[in-house]
């Protein structure tokens, strides 16, 4: 598709009056801070959201037709979920039975306002990506009566769309077909590959999973609670420390967690440093590939796992969530792995997996114009005053590690700034969108630190800890669109006349 870069008002979905987006317009730093406080009158005009913070319409229209058809009081809760196997896998992790109804393929948890059990049932569907798909829910209502009409989009018609998916995955991983499975959502990936590993090594009487440089929130908060114990070693350059750090406690490490480039401050890895590691001492290694893509970086062949979510670059437009999970053929867990994962992975919907599958036909393309977009744009913006500091793989232990496994000569398709003047100002001067997600074909704006981590700022303790984790409450990250690369360097001209 074809982007203006434009001031979008708060509230629109983001792509624009795409009733089944993933993001949401915060045009300015106040916005945000009125989404974060839940206040009122900044969620009142949002048409859409995160979907793992934001109930989609569409599923909420839903919710409402179910609860009138079985006359459900407000005394009670409904949580659309995908299926029973979700709801299986929710009252194994919460160690409780509940209520549900089924409507259509769909699953309904039903649960009273003031049960025991309701923030922890929230938390793991959140964890867990057990939300229903917005188009699922359309189509039900579409079926039903309730709307008149579907959302048009382009779409791959084929019978098996999840072939074509898997295909363009295989080729991109240089991965075997079968040691693909693709997942409603790239937190589901990220759960069935924690969980997978997890349970196979506590088998050996490891039980300690650690977290290697800043991992996204939601695989954070998995890895606390599905860990016996859980370490967190932040600085991913550090590898001497890291080295004698394992030395002293590998006997008890079941598997090390870690994204190829860290979100937001897009720290790489040196992976074949780290897969001898592991291999050295029998550790599982799961490597959340989203931020780098399989088009800029060979990773496969150093981990057991990777994970992406195709939400981000593969779809390329914030309209679709989905996730993969793809196995080293080479594991030695492989057997383990295949037969233990799908207990715990939740499958696409059919319109969504034909909706990526158009998408992905341009993936590659994709990546290739955000790629050389990013590199110009980072020339441009060092040799500009008006900045403070560029977090980049262009760092330079960051480029030496990503030179080892780049592919294609491209680049990552993200930058995150700080600029000299202050972050209100900066942020509602550049008028490309602004909200969450990344890996979209318009460049889009997230100060990160407010929108992942705000109740980690409202404290003096938590502040500090943002700030051992080199998280800077000013930063913005930028995922680089594929505009004209004139376009998107006029806005960054906006701050110069701050």
């Not at 009122?40 to 319409?57: A, S, T, V």
């Not at 409780?96 to 793991?124: A, Y």
């Not at 954070?220 to 420390?241: A, T």
């Not at 030695?332 to 207990?343: A, G, L």
Request: with cysteine; aromatic share 10%; net charge negative.
């Amino acid at each position: 598709m074809t982007y203006k870069i434009q001031h979008i008002p708060l509230g629109n979905s983001l792509p624009i009056n795409n009733p089944h987006s993933v993001s949401v317009s915060l045009p300015t730093l106040e916005d945000v801070i009125g989404y974060e406080e839940n206040r009122p009158e900044i969620l009142n005009q949002l048409k859409n959201g995160y979907p793992r913070f934001f109930k989609n319409k569409m599923v909420q229209k839903l919710e409402e037709h179910v609860k009138n058809l079985h006359q459900i009081d407000d005394s009670k809760m409904v949580f659309p979920i995908t299926s029973i196997h979700a709801k299986k896998l929710i009252e194994n992790l919460v160690e409780n039975h509940f209520e549900s109804i089924t409507f259509e393929n769909v699953c309904f948890l039903i649960l009273p306002k003031n049960h025991e059990k309701i923030i922890q049932v929230k938390k793991i569907i959140q964890n867990i990506g057990a939300i229903i798909s917005s188009r699922n829910a359309e189509k039900i209502l579409f079926e039903k009566g309730i709307i008149s009409e579907l959302f048009k989009e382009e779409r791959l018609e084929t019978e098996q769309p999840e072939e074509e998916i898997t295909k363009i995955l295989s080729e991109a991983y240089s991965a075997k077909k079968e040691n693909i499975f693709l997942t409603n959502s790239g937190t589901n990936a990220v759960f069935s590959a924690i969980e997978t590993l997890t349970q196979i090594k506590r088998k050996e009487g490891k039980t300690l999973n650690v977290q290697l440089g800043w991992l996204y929130l939601d695989s954070i908060d998995i890895i606390k609670k599905r860990s016996d114990e859980s370490f967190l070693y932040i600085n991913i350059h550090q590898k001497e420390q890291f080295e004698n750090w394992l030395a002293e406690n590998h006997q008890k490490v079941a598997n090390i967690i870690s994204e190829t480039v860290s979100n937001p401050i897009l720290q790489c890895l040196d992976l074949p440093w780290l897969s001898n590691l592991c291999k050295k001492y029998g550790i599982g290694l799961i490597l959340d590939h989203t931020m780098a893509s399989p088009f800029c970086a060979e990773v496969l062949q150093y981990c057991d796992i990777a994970v992406e979510s195709l939400t981000k670059f593969a779809c390329g437009n914030a309209n679709i969530l989905m996730g993969a999970v793809m196995v080293n053929e080479n594991s030695e867990y492989k057997n383990q792995i295949k037969e233990e994962i799908e207990k715990y992975t939740l499958k696409p919907y059919v319109l969504d997996c034909k909706r990526l599958a158009f998408e992905m036909q341009e993936y590659e393309v994709r990546m290739q114009k955000i790629s050389k977009n990013v590199s110009q744009l980072y020339d441009y913006l060092k040799e500009q005053d008006f900045v403070e500091k560029i977090y980049s793989v262009y760092e330079e232990k960051s480029w030496q590690n990503f030179l080892k496994i780049r592919k294609n000569d491209n680049h990552i398709g993200l930058l995150t700034v700080i600029f000299k003047k202050p972050l209100s100002d900066c942020y509602k001067a550049l008028n490309f969108s602004k909200g969450p997600s990344l890996g979209t074909e318009f460049t889009l704006a997230m100060p990160y630190t407010y929108l992942a981590h705000f109740d980690l700022l409202q404290t003096e303790e938590g502040r500090k800890f943002l700030e051992e984790a080199g998280l800077d409450p000013r930063i913005i990250r930028i995922s680089v669109g594929t505009e004209p690369l004139e376009d998107i360097i006029n806005e960054f001209e906006k701050i110069k006349e701050l």
